[in-house]
T-cell receptor, first 111, second 115 residues
């Protein structure tokens, strides 16, 4: 059974810092790896999706990488801003889109 | 605005009562999902529907039933609510084609408390 882990559970950084969020998974036979953002009291917003055959995806200041052999994905956020404060979740896409989530990393960017 | 709409946003039930959570999407997605989110447990899949007329159990289906009424609507029913079903429920939809899925979109959630 696939297990997805995100460490640390919480992270606090000063504004402007570049940072990396980590995601690890136990079964390398993933269909895709997705990163989401969740603001307090809100639903999830899709950030990036990396297909199994891809190594990375970029969107603006965000870059996500996927290394299936090591069972790891990272989300790189450049020049962090207070508006980036949220919980970030990674998920294994599953064979029919049934996502398996990590428990998330709560990011706080201090002005 | 296009997206996934859930109703109601908040609900308080007494133990043993029943209710149905409604979900509708207007993006012509073929797949729809119900998740629950609990502190310390993260998001877990309750049921999903890969296409109209089909439904499958997820990780935590006990105590729930679902109906894929048409391509747009996917409802979640609690027949006899229990305090353990206190949670935030999210509906989602996506496009699933073969082994690929994309366009994942979540609703804003239903906060359910069972007393």
């Amino acid at each position: 059974k696939q297990e997805v882990t995100q460490i640390p559970a919480a992270l606090s950084v000063p504004e402007g810092e570049n940072l990396v969020l980590n995601c690890s998974f136990t079964d390398s036979a993933i269909y895709n790896l997705q990163w989401f953002r969740q603001d307090p009291g809100k639903g999830l917003t899709s950030l990036l999706l990396i297909q199994s055959s891809q190594r990375e995806q970029t969107s603006g200041r965000l870059n996500a990488s996927l290394d299936k052999s090591s069972g790891r994905s990272t989300l790189y956020i450049a020049a962090s801003q207070p508006g980036d404060s949220a919980t970030y979740l990674c998920a294994d896409g599953g064979s029919q889109g049934n996502l398996i989530f990590g428990k998330g990393t709560k990011l706080s960017v201090k002005p | 605005n296009a997206g996934v709409t859930q109703t109601p946003k908040f609900q308080v039930l007494k133990t043993g009562q029943s209710m149905t959570l409604q979900c509708a999407q207007d993006m012509n997605h073929n797949s729809m999902y119900w998740y629950r989110q609990d502190p310390g447990m993260g998001l877990r899949l309750i049921y999903y529907s890969a296409s109209e007329g089909t439904t499958d159990k997820g990780e935590v289906p006990n105590g729930y039933n679902v109906s894929r009424l048409n391509k747009r609507e996917f409802s979640l029913r609690l027949e006899s609510a229990a305090p353990s079903q206190t949670s935030v429920y999210f509906c989602a939809s996506s496009i699933t084609a073969g082994a690929s899925n994309y366009g994942y979109t979540f609703g804003s959630g239903t906060r359910l408390t069972v007393v």
